[in-house]
T-cell receptor, first 113, second 110 residues
Framework: EAQVTQNPRYLITVTGKKLTVTCSQN?????MSWYRQDPGLGLRQIYY???????DKGDVPEGYKVSRKEKRNFPLILESPSPNQTSLYFC????????????FGPGTRLTVL | KNEVEQSPQNLTAQEGEFITINCSYSVGISALHWLQQHPGGGIVSLFMLSSGKKKHGRLIATINIQEKHSSLHITASHPRDSAVYIC????????????FGKGTHLIIQP
């Protein structure tokens, strides 16, 4: 089954404790991205990757890192999480950057205390 | 940067009603997406449009490139259509990803 998986689905952590949210897709998609969703602000892009070893900042990259060492995986790293990073996070992939269907992961609800 | 506006923000209707959700954007695009998000969070792609009209079951999406406007219609609405509907665009040129509207929260009452 074609899908995007994220882990963990739920995470409660404390300020400053490094964490990684994994994202994996099985569709051989070139384009992958991370979004955060906040009430009243909607979805905003954090980082995106157009292919292996090619990543770039989205609209709200501060406090986040990503890597794309393999085509299928695109982990999101929070080196020192802060409470303002409490949010619902989505990973997504598509065959190309534009003009192709977007596939979203199930979301990761992160709470930073 | 493209600005994406959706209306209405909230919509409550009775089962069976014809529903229209609107989306406008400020800068030319290469594609427009309509997404559905049910309570519980998962996001599903409904349509991707670059011109004209698409239909899938009771859902119809249209786009007018000249007017920078798209509509999502739901015919014979049903309580299971209750969800947040999100419009998103790929702006033409550059390497930007999706820019999203803030969503329309639709409730269909039995």
């Amino acid at each position: 089954e074609a899908q995007v998986t994220q882990n963990p689905r739920y995470l409660i952590t404390v300020t400053g404790k490094k964490l990684t949210v994994t994202c994996s897709q099985n569709m051989n998609h070139e384009y992958m991205s991370w979004y955060r969703q906040d009430p009243g602000l909607g979805l905003r892009q954090i980082y995106y990757s157009m292919n292996v070893e090619v990543t770039d900042k989205g609209d709200v990259p501060e406090g986040y890192k990503v890597s794309r060492k393999e085509k299928r995986n695109f982990p999101l790293i929070l080196e020192s999480p802060s409470p303002n990073q409490t949010s619902l996070y989505f990973c997504a992939s598509s065959f190309l950057l534009a003009g192709t269907e977007q596939f979203f992961g199930p979301g990761t609800r992160l709470t930073v205390l | 940067k493209n600005e994406v506006e959706q209306s209405p923000q909230n919509l409550t209707a009775q089962e069976g009603e014809f529903i229209t959700i609107n989306c406008s954007y400020s800068v030319g695009i290469s594609a427009l997406h309509w997404l559905q998000q049910h309570p519980g969070g998962g996001i599903v792609s409904l349509f991707m449009l670059s011109s004209g009209k698409k239909k899938h079951g009771r859902l119809i999406a249209t786009i007018n490139i000249q007017e920078k406007h798209s509509s999502l219609h739901i015919t014979a609405s049903h309580p299971r259509d209750s969800a947040v509907y999100i419009c998103a665009v790929n702006s033409g040129g550059g390497a930007d990803g999706l820019t999203f509207g803030k969503g329309t929260h639709l409730i269909i009452q039995p």
